[in-house]
């Protein structure tokens, strides 16, 4: 193995530079504005239901005169989509700050030292290892922005293995969507929707987990035999030619110290903390960022840094996060334009018209491609529950395809496309934070989104025609 082959790469100066995230999220928004003046506005009663919930009435649509967007509107868009990605953002810049600190420690570059010793010649493992915890963590308690810290940590140790920047995001972040896919006890996406759709919380579990595994297996081989070829041939790289995120240089060994393990010691209480303050006593982003604020404290601390040390460690993080914080904001500026020119429902209702009259096969799959579709406009998975299962509810019943299966169409639909539709937030900032640009990103996941689509529609399929009626 040789630990310095991406490193050695050479730089590929005759390439057309790259669209920079900002570019493509800009475009996107004004495509969404330009729409904005061909599809109708239109609306739905809306009730608040026994959660707390405001969900659609069901046969309530009505057109509505709502003019398009306007150039003045449009800019004003970017200002409201920074603020609605707001906690999310200062959480990216808080996250940021102690990773900073963290690196300043060089706590990191002792820990990736160390396994490499420890997992020579089975470095392979970190991959199903990693991507089986993160998977666990989505598909149980829905975990999705704090998987993208760990993006530090794993791509200087995809560097020294040999592996590329494409392979460290990916850990985290296909993980975590394909958890979020096959999730059996995920409050945000499978308890919301089977709330809305009358169902007992957490039922069909059984087959849940199984589609849980599939995909996670799926996904897992197919990342491994990427990391393979890439190691083996780095030209193979999605990102070859590209440079590489500022980091440490892959030949630059630091023994782990005891003062580096108490900082690690600290990083591990405190995710453990988010864990259990999530899963037990509802915590979101503001208890997260608070807790990794005290961990950049204790950290500098630990590692004897001044005050003034420790607050510029901390700045030159938050300033490193930047570009993935920002590219939020901008991903959910779509999301302003189109819920502001009130088209959203207006979609929902053609969409849901297409698949009523259509046998329980067919209506299953509909659902599947329309929820995959929403998730384009809506990324929020609760939200998206809100907005689509009281119409999905019905469609299912006139088809006679089981509501289980309408809500597995809804978290699959949701949770693939949670991998790769750009105005994902957590999933620009990630891969902001690696270094990859969106289009090699798909260049990369083109391949493993047609055999996770081709095996949703089988296990939706297999539910409805087989699990479900046999239930």
Request: charged share 10%; proline share 5%.
């Amino acid at each position: 193995m040789n630990h310095d082959k991406m490193a050695a790469r050479p730089h590929v100066e005759q390439q057309r530079p790259l669209p920079h995230a900002f570019v493509i999220l800009f475009f996107l928004a004004l495509l969404a504005a330009i729409v904005t003046w061909f599809v109708p506005s239109g609306s739905f009663e809306r009730i608040t239901n026994a959660d707390g919930r405001s969900v659609i009435v069901a046969g309530t649509y009505q057109a509505i005169d709502s003019p398009g967007i306007g150039p003045f509107e449009f800019f004003n868009a970017f200002f409201e989509g920074m603020k609605s990605g707001s906690s999310i953002i200062f959480f990216l810049v808080i996250v940021g700050g102690t990773f900073g600190v963290l690196r300043r420690s060089r706590a990191i570059e002792g820990l990736v030292h160390f396994l490499l010793v420890k997992l020579k010649g089975r470095e392979i493992l970190i991959i199903p290892l990693m991507m089986t915890f993160f998977a666990l963590c989505s598909g149980t308690y829905g975990m999705i922005e704090g998987s993208i810290v760990y993006i530090f940590i794993l791509l200087p140790l995809a560097r020294r293995i040999g592996y590329d920047a494409v392979v460290a995001a990916a850990i985290p972040l296909i993980g975590t969507a394909i958890g979020y896919t096959g999730s059996f006890l995920n409050p945000f996406n499978v308890g919301v929707a089977q709330s809305i759709a009358e169902l007992p919380l957490f039922s069909g579990m059984g087959y849940r987990f199984v589609c849980w595994l599939a995909f996670v297996a799926l996904s897992i081989g197919y990342v491994m035999f990427y990391a393979r070829r890439v190691q083996a041939r780095p030209e193979r790289s999605v990102v070859y030619g590209l440079a590489p995120p500022d980091e440490e240089g892959p030949g630059d060994h630091v023994d782990l110290t005891p003062r580096h393990l108490l900082i690690l010691g600290a990083f591990a209480l405190a995710l453990v903390a988010i864990i259990a303050g999530v899963s037990a006593f509802g915590w979101y982003l503001k208890e997260m960022a608070g807790v990794f604020l005290l961990l950049g404290i204790v950290t500098g601390l630990l590692a004897g840094m001044r005050a003034n040390t420790i607050a510029g460690a901390f700045s030159t993080g938050c300033k490193d996060m930047m570009d993935g914080a920002l590219a939020v904001g901008l991903a959910f500026t779509i999301v302003v334009i189109v819920q502001h020119s009130e088209i959203i429902d207006t979609i929902i209702h053609s969409l849901s018209t297409l698949i009523g009259d259509t046998s329980a096969s067919a209506a299953a799959l509909g659902m599947f491609a329309m929820q995959s579709a929403m998730n384009f406009i809506v990324t929020s998975g609760s939200g998206q529950a809100a907005l689509t299962m009281p119409i999905m509810t019905p469609i299912a019943d006139l088809a006679e395809v089981h509501r289980q299966v309408a809500v597995l169409a809804f978290q699959f639909g949701d949770g693939i496309s949670n991998a790769f539709t750009p105005t994902a937030g957590w999933l620009m900032a990630g891969l902001t934070i690696a270094g990859i640009p969106w289009s090699r990103w798909m260049r990369f996941m083109l391949p493993l989104i047609a055999l996770l689509y081709a095996l949703g529609a089988v296990l939706i399929l297999l539910a409805t025609l087989v699990v479900w009626p046999l239930a």
